[in-house]
DNA sequence: TTGTACGCGTTATCAT
DNA sequence: ATGATAACGCGTACAA
């Protein structure tokens, strides 16, 4: 009666649970609790009421006794971008099946690292951190966060057994880029390609500076000079602008190596659309992460391909050993590319 | 001492900033809350100190008091389709300018609503729930939620006010869509065409079936019969197999308006490079949303745009009212669409 | 297996 | 403006 009446909504609690099951409160939280050693017919009398009574227990307060939020902070600069948005997907979906939600944010549009986010998110006390961002050290996020590890991602340029460093703890998803770039330079060599050009991506991120460290050992060991670079973003636009200045000064490019799929559709287009030239024909074009668009008969885009579901299964091994032993030293997960094989190339 | 090292990691509390600034600890409480009345020299030493101690409000206790948890949780089917990963995109980050963080949760593929899910989303207490996702019924969305009253996205014929229903309360964004497509329509017509088609969109996707309507009611205003209905479900693979049987039963159809943009790049796709076509020389193509691809030059859609920041912000603003006043009666807000003219309509 | 008592970190209330 | 105390909803050590 006065109960139900000072309460501001109908929002049930375990002690109602408990008075309508006429049980102790106690075995309501058993009841909900997997591990807990409650008998079986009471535990269901208690799941049935609270069905009833539309209970469900409150996650803020279990984590602040059980120190663990259930959360994942993931961290992107752009969620709108194919490759990130793709990720993110099939992160949710591979997070929630476990049991934990996707805590998403925002770093602002120049990919500066904001402290006051980090702050921000500190507050939440995520489980764990995944940090997309290239311009943030895992230093700075090890040491805001305290009960979370983060994870980041690295492009290393070869697989090495890293010594385990001082300092902060991180774990590690290491993305060994070789392999696929080297199909890549060698199938449009093979093709007759002579003259590269490596599209880069956001000057910051340390996956494009990676994927250029290993194009010019591969480009060398294959007796191919040094690639000429073209400064872009990532973004479609800077690349579609990018590659018309590079044809208006006429350095007789004939391979373009993109550092993002986004990068070589604003290759293509300028290259067919503005420039009146032919791929693969008179260019040949290959791109990296085969995002879905990828495959779009419009691009038909030749591309070294990061597995996004090897990628995200990686991830939350990574998420759940880390849980299990929060006292491990540093994780590390490695994946590799290949080439995909299509259009633009040949 | 014996309380620094029995602490588990190296998180402070108020009572820790509290100690070290000599200060009671509701002062810290206090210090971080702006509307709290507080010595401002006082409210700084404490802030200092929270700094050099790396202390940041817990939200979870700081939920279980104040009924906040400033949690805004986003159900989609899918983060990666180009249009809602730009929309939560702008959302995360209007939110979070607001002091939110965005919760992300997925529903299956077949976009059947998981009471599962909503169940599992309700234990994090979210203060707002925006679904995108088009099966699920405000209905059961408020029945399972408590505290938050959920927002929901919907297409109305016509801009009507709607009498206040009984049943839950739930706020509504209105998207009025009537003129966007009445002016494609009439572009199109304009340029020769007459014989339209319409690729849908999902089958139960409200956004597609309301789409379908206002295009049948404004082509009837302008004495053009029915429109040729071709089933799709709003992705690129589905559209491109549908347009290659249209054309393949050979309709003479000289016109077709895609549910969305995306599904318009697949029957753009399908009419150059499989069939043959010219656009618009031989058919004309018109797109919904206006997504950031569709200005790419291999596509260059023109297409019924909407304005993704309009939209964002109406739905922040129905957050903030409805949480500055939660038991005010249904909330909503309205926004339209208009077409965005580029080179597959001429 | 069951229940009592306590603590998690914070804010609201009510004194002063 | 300030401080003591009582919640908030839940898990768990401990005793029974």
Redesign the interface.
Known sequence: MSEATSR????ATADDVARVAEVSRVAVSRAFNPHASIKPEKRDRILKVAQEL?Y??????R??VT?R?HLVGVIVP???S?WE??E???L??AL?AEGF??????TRTDRSMDSQ?L???????PDSVIAFTENVGPEILG??L??AVPIYVSYPHEETIEPIAPGPRFDRLDVIQRDGIDQAIALMQGFGARRFAYLAGDPHASASLEREYVLRQVMAARGLGEPLIVPSDFT?DTA?RATIDLFRIGDGVDAIFAANDVGA??V???L???LGLKVPQDVKVVGFDDI??SH????DLTTVRIDLDERVRALVRLILRRLKNPDAPALSETIRTKLVVRGTVG
Chains 1, 2 share one sequence.
């Open positions: 501001a909504r109908n929002r539309n469900t227990p409150d996650v803020a307060a984590s602040l120190r939020s752009d969620v709108c194919p948005s793709q993110i997907d099939a949710t979906t929630q939600a996707t805590l998403l944010f925002k986010l702050t921000y998110m500190k507050g939440y006390n040491q805001i305290d009960r479609y579609y559709f604003g293509l287009d300028a067919r659309h503005e879905a668009q779009w008969k419009s691009y």
